[in-house]
C-alpha cells in the first residue's frame, strides 16, 4: 500500500459499526493500519467485530453510541479519546409514501442521518479545535441526496442535507485543518438488502445501473481511503460518487 494510504499511528471512529456498511469501513481502515473505534447501539455486535479484528492484529475498541443524543455522543467521543479521522455512517431509513408518513418516522430517519452527523462531527471539531489538532470527517451520504425515488422523502432529504452540511463544514472549518468530505454509495450489497437484488425487482433495478452491477462494499474502499489518508490532503468539500455511473444515466 501507498504510504499517502498508510493510516498507521491514526485512530477512527466510525458510527453505525455494528453491521452492514459501517463493519466495512472499520476492516478497510483497520486494515491500512489504524487503530478503530467502533460505535454503535448494539453491544453484542460491536464485541463480535471487535474480537475479529483483534485476531486479524489489529487494535479495536468499542463505544455505545446513539446518535440521536447529544448526551450520548459526547460520552463515546469522550470515552473514546484523540480521535484523527471520523466515519459518519449511521443511518436509518423508513419506506413510506410521503403522504403516510407519521411526524415521528421523518424525525427518526432526519434526526439519525442528518442530526446526528452534525453532532458527531460538531462534537469531534470541538475536540480537535481545543487540542489544535487536524482531523478529517468522511460523511457517508447517498446517491438519494443527489436524485429521488419514492416512498423515502425523509431518507432523500436527510441525505441531500448531509451533503450540503459537508460543504458547509468544509468551509468553516478549513482554518482549523478539518477537512469534511463526502462518499455518495449507489446501490450497495448489504446482508441486508442480498436477497432484494436476486428478485425480478432487483434484476429491473440492476439494469438502469450503467454497469449492469451491483456494487459490493469493497467498492467504496478507494473513496474511504482517499477521504481518510493523507492522500486526499488537498480535498475537503468533496462529494464523491461511486455508483456504477447511476445517476449519470439519462433520465
Not at 136 to 142: E, L
Not at 206 to 229: F, N, V
Request: glycine share 10%; aromatic share 4%; proline share 4%.
Amino acid at each position: 500500500m501507498s504510504k499517502r494510504f498508510d493510516l498507521s499511528g491514526k485512530v477512527a471512529l466510525i458510527t453505525g459499526a455494528s453491521s452492514g456498511l459501517g463493519a466495512h469501513f472499520a476492516r478497510c481502515l483497520a486494515g491500512a493500519g489504524a487503530t478503530v473505534v467502533l460505535a454503535a447501539r448494539r453491544a453484542d455486535r460491536l464485541a463480535s467485530l471487535q474480537a475479529e479484528l483483534s485476531q486479524h492484529g489489529a487494535t479495536a475498541s468499542a463505544v455505545d453510541l446513539d446518535v440521536q443524543s447529544g448526551a450520548s455522543i459526547a460520552a463515546a467521543l469522550d470515552a473514546a479519546g484523540p480521535l484523527d479521522i471520523v466515519v459518519n455512517n449511521a443511518g436509518i431509513s423508513i419506506v413510506k409514501p410521503a403522504l403516510e408518513m407519521p411526524e415521528e418516522d421523518w424525525d427518526a430517519v432526519v434526526d439519525t442521518n442528518l442530526r446526528g452527523a452534525w453532532l458527531v462531527a460538531q462534537g469531534a471539531a470541538k475536540r480537535w479545535v481545543a487540542d489544535k489538532r487536524p482531523g478529517a470527517i468522511v460523511n457517508i451520504a447517498s446517491i438519494l441526496g443527489l436524485r429521488t425515488i419514492g416512498q423515502v422523502a425523509p431518507y432523500n432529504a436527510s441525505k441531500a442535507g448531509l451533503i450540503h452540511l459537508t460543504r458547509a463544514l468544509a468551509m468553516e472549518w478549513a482554518r482549523h485543518d478539518i477537512r469534511v468530505n463526502a462518499i455518495c454509495p449507489g446501490y450497495i450489497e448489504t446482508e441486508m438488502n442480498g436477497p432484494f437484488w436476486k428478485t425480478p425487482g432487483g434484476q429491473r433495478l440492476i439494469e438502469r445501473i450503467p454497469q449492469r452491477r451491483i456494487g459490493q462494499p469493497e467498492h467504496l474502499d478507494g473513496a474511504l481511503l482517499l477521504l481518510a489518508s493523507e492522500a486526499g490532503a488537498f480535498m475537503t468539500g468533496s462529494v464523491v460518487t461511486v455508483d456504477g455511473g447511476h445517476t449519470v444515466n439519462s433520465l
